[in-house]
């Protein structure tokens, strides 16, 4: 049983570009490295309130129950779906990539009927698809969707979709876990009534949290289940004893919080208001658009249309005869630089570039841009040097020159 | 929906003598502050690698799946259960205490059947009630017992209960939360077939994650599922694919791991490893039994029988007419120390005392009595003033006297 003698672990600085977790800031790794407190401690009780608030600010949203699930991102899906369906519910899932494919093995899971609405990988969620399938299906009481797609970089229209769904008298649950603090998401506006997001895309923060929020006709459904919900740890019913419901009733024991976790999230959201939530938005689309046309300078195209590009998350297909791996690997040993490989039908075909929260900055657009030119190069590929980082370059002038006119 | 501004949160220093978490050595809080990697980095793999090495020393086994859970201690415990139990089967739960009963809330939402064997709280189960419990339910599949009742402090013996549920044919879930690096526990010895713990009890990581172990015949029996596990994010069939079985399978994404969470229990197993795992129980013993000292000298009286007390978790009666909840207050706000209330049936009864991991220290015994003796002395308690903490230190000398004599 005697383990090799293990040495403490010095983890090397990487260039986080990849699909998440982005680059995090080190306000962020100060705050989790803060002491910790007991889970019940009313100055931690008093950070937990203020870390709601921020959630409702990044989600756009007064909803009560508005907080952290104490898991990754996929605990925060299986938290909604697992609260939101009966046994025996029909719930419509968009799929247009890999986490909408989750989405149906979470009802199938939960005992629900999942009809699927099908959209190619790295199109957006079509609306007319799922109001036809509502009109086929009357009684469906649940419409899920990925707003953002981190499997392909397709961005779907949440307020349409949303719309739609209200129509026909459904409950929605989307998938925001890429979109967060990346792109504009209205939780009330858009009358979402289930959302999950992740800590380590858009917020910055390290993976293991996952920021929730439910509307109070989706709490109204969950507080009147029939059945209890088939998780005890995932049980809104008990988590929001612990995390309250806005009812102002005291804590009780659940689940120990990750306290320092929760630190860093925090930080991030503080962050994220001193910059503004709009700013931070159009600070994603800032750089994709020079990090853009730096890669189409390099002659990469994007597997997604350019009306349903995510800032935040670029794919492009990978040039013919290019070993994809040897280039990823050279990125991660020789330039520090973590890219992401495609998933599924995509695997070998598409890179997908992430620009997510701290990672969207001028210094990663250049680096990446010039870490590409030269490992294509070396390749054997004819490039003028230091373009792509000059045609980037240009737009950022361009954006400067027009905000100086507005 | 604008928050008001929030700002960076520091939180203030406690002594952690409370249920867990425990104090986390600032080697720890360094650890999780470093540079975030990709969860699917070579280097981070490397890392996962020999987590799993240190968490087999730790439990004291050679199972091949020992990994730590991407959430706190109940998804450590949920994931045993959802993946264990097959839908109508039978399994008993020995409970006596609250960890017990969350134990059968478990068993009901994956569809198993309960038999519950009662022992009252603060004792330790005893071994003829589950034998007896098996000869009345010989269909019964799984046994489920806490090792370490985190709610009294009551160890019961791990070892015999397993022999019992063997010789019925039965496979054994152990919940090891408190125990694990805090009291004696050998996974393959002792026949455990799936354990779960907690990194913010002995092992002093901040809270969020879980070790597990299960043995080659939980494994087999999980592979053979009839029916996918009722979670998609706990089903082991799954996280396998991404922490390995041993098989030396290439890695699959399956969730977003909790990467800087993982450097603190690292860390925290390097810190263990160093100091020698039968010398950490040996540490918890001593200190224990001088705090015991301690408290003694101050009038308060155990809950637990001396054959049965963990030696990290003190538990003892409230003396009559103490305000226990302004006691508790004064010490968190005067003496920056925390300690746990008592739960359930003993709420309002006992306090529970930790010392566990980084906790069990010389320096927090000897704290800990002298502040419960200036709360006690201006309640108005006649106590010969430095007498608890005098009693302690008796107890040290004696032990070094041991020690040397050895």
Redo the contacts between chains.
């Keep these: 049983?005697?383990?090799?003698?293990?040495?403490?672990?010095?983890?090397?600085?990487?260039v986080?570009m990849?699909p998440?977790?982005s680059?995090?800031p080190s306000?962020v790794?100060?705050?989790?490295?803060?002491?910790?407190?007991?889970?019940l401690?009313?100055?931690?009780a008093d950070?937990m309130e203020?870390l709601k608030?921020?959630l409702?600010?990044a989600?756009?949203?007064?909803n009560a129950v508005t907080f952290p699930v104490?898991?990754?991102?996929?605990?925060g899906m299986?938290t909604c779906f697992v609260n939101l369906i009966n046994p025996g519910e029909k719930v419509i899932v968009c799929r247009n990539g890999v986490f909408g494919g989750?989405m149906i093995?979470?009802v199938e899971?939960?005992g629900g009927i999942a009809v699927v609405v099908e959209d190619a990988w790295g199109k957006a969620v079509d609306p007319n698809k799922l109001a036809d399938a509502l009109k086929a299906h009357p009684d469906t009481r649940i419409v899920a969707f990925v707003q953002a797609e981190t499997s392909t970089g397709a961005l779907s229209d949440a307020k349409t979709l949303c719309e739609i769904a209200r129509r026909h008298g459904c409950l929605t649950i989307v998938d925001a876990v890429t979109s967060l603090g990346g792109s504009p998401l209205m939780v009330?506006e858009w009358g979402i009534d289930a959302i999950y997001s992740?800590s380590?895309k858009c917020l910055s923060c390290?993976?293991?949290l996952s920021p929730v929020s439910f509307s109070d006709a989706a709490v109204a459904k969950i507080k009147a289940r029939p059945k209890?919900?088939?998780?005890?740890?995932m049980d809104l019913n008990l988590v929001l004893g612990y995390w309250g419901g806005g009812g102002g009733a005291p804590r009780t024991?659940?689940?120990?919080?990750?306290?320092?976790?929760l630190?860093?999230l925090?930080?991030s959201?503080?962050i994220l208001?001193e910059e503004g939530l709009e700013k931070a938005w159009a600070r994603h689309t800032r750089n994709h658009l020079a990090f853009r046309a730096g890669l189409e300078n390099l002659g990469l195209n994007f597997l997604v249309d350019e009306a349903h590009r995510l800032p935040q998350l670029n794919s492009v297909f990978i040039p013919q005869g290019v070993d994809e791996k040897a280039l990823r690997k050279t990125l991660?040993d020789e330039h520090r630089l973590?890219i992401g490989a495609g998933?599924g039908d995509f695997a070998g075909k598409v890179w997908r570039f992430g620009l997510m929260g701290h990672s969207s900055r001028i210094e990663n657009v250049v680096y990446c841009l010039n870490a590409l030119e030269a490992v294509f190069t070396a390749g054997g590929m004819k490039l003028e040097r230091g373009a792509a980082v000059a045609a980037a370059h240009q737009i950022y002038a361009a954006q400067a020159q027009t905000e100086i006119a507005s």
């Design positions: 049983m005697t383990a090799s003698i293990a040495k403490t672990f010095y983890p090397p600085h990487r986080l990849g998440g977790p680059d995090v306000r790794l100060d705050a989790i490295s803060r002491p910790t407190l007991g889970h401690d009313p100055v931690f950070m203020e608030g921020l409702r600010y989600f756009n949203t007064r104490s898991g990754p991102g996929s605990v299986e989750r093995e979470n899971r939960c009330d992740g380590q390290p993976p293991g209890k919900a088939q998780s005890w740890f024991y659940h689940h120990t919080a990750p306290t320092n976790s630190y860093g925090h930080e959201l503080v208001q991660l973590e998933l």
